[in-house]
């Protein structure tokens, strides 16, 4: 049998304090951490009233394959709060009688942000006064 003799470790540990890079490094994340919660702090109150403002703003009309017509647009929310379950409804008209009517409903459309969308049509809104809007929302 061979003599069992214990293998000493060849390393050692070096006492030493943090290079100067740690402490620069550290410093700069713990500046961006405390402006990051600032930014944050300061949008949540700033932006904690206020109403949504909508506005539609009718893209393109175009002819759909297989008939009717496609008016598409963008309801833009310029207020500083999100709205939900916003309808917006489109109305073609003739003088003031109204012809055909269609609405459409968005889940949301955030603030300072804006949504896209489209109402479908059989009667040619291009030969008639087309009226669309947002009739509504509710408060998320």
């Known amino acids: 049998m ?4 214990p293998v000493k470790p060849n390393s050692h540990t070096v006492g030493r304090g943090a290079h100067w890079i740690e402490w620069l490094i550290g410093g700069m ?10 930014w ?18 009718i893209i393109r009309q175009q002819p759909v394959p297989g008939g009717g017509y496609k008016v598409s647009f963008t309801v833009e929310n310029k ?29 949301y459309v ?5 949504a896209t969308g489209a109402l479908l049509f059989r009667t040619d809104p291009s030969t008639h006064q087309l009226d669309i809007r947002a ?4 408060d998320p």
């Open 110 to 114: 955030p603030a300072l942000s804006d």
């Open 79 to 107: 207020g500083t709060r999100t709205a939900a379950a916003v309808p917006v409804k489109g109305d073609v008209m003739d003088g003031d009688r109204v012809i055909e009517t269609q609405e459409i409903t968005f889940d």
């Open 40 to 57: 944050i702090s300061y949008h949540g109150v700033v932006s904690s009233g206020g109403t949504p403002e909508l506005v539609v703003r």
């Open 29 to 38: 994340c713990t500046l961006l951490v405390v402006a990051m919660i600032g």
């Open 2 to 5: 061979a003599d069992a003799t």
């Open 135 to 138: 009739s509504g929302y509710t």
